[in-house]
Nanobody, 115 residues
Framework: QVQLVESGGGLVQPGGSLRLSCAHS????????MGWYRQAPGKQRELVAS???????EYADSVKGRFTISRDNHLKTVSLQMNSLKPEDTAVYYC?????????WGQGTQVTVSS
């Protein structure tokens, strides 16, 4: 059974930083693509960042230059370093991975940017 588990969310002041991490287990294969989505109340879920194995990160325009995605395939983790956080970044962040044509989702971790 494949599982994705996020951690690292919390409350941070505007301009601050957080680092989210996601560990996936239950599969011998690496995820083809891993990334992060977020969903704020009343808004559609949006892709924040993604990365293919051995590839480079792709980012939503709203976070480009502030967020950095990284993967460690050996440890089966994907991280999202979030800098210069804004209140607009407040959302539940979901880890995502796809393997063998199947999508997997974490349970989400809350990120709140507020003073």
């Amino acid at each position: 059974q494949v599982q994705l588990v996020e951690s690292g969310g919390g409350l941070v002041q505007p301009g601050g930083s957080l680092r989210l991490s996601c560990a996936h287990s239950g599969s011998i294969f690496d995820m083809y693509v891993m990334g992060w989505y977020r969903q704020a109340p009343g808004k559609q879920r949006e892709l924040v960042a993604s990365m293919k194995g051995g590839g480079r990160g792709e980012y939503a325009d709203s976070v480009k230059g502030r967020f950095t995605i990284s993967r460690d395939n050996h440890l089966k983790t994907v991280s999202l370093q979030m800098n210069s956080l804004k209140p607009e970044d407040t959302a539940v962040y979901y880890c995502y991975g796809t393997q063998s044509g199947i999508d997997y989702w974490g349970q989400g971790t809350q990120v709140t940017v507020s003073s």
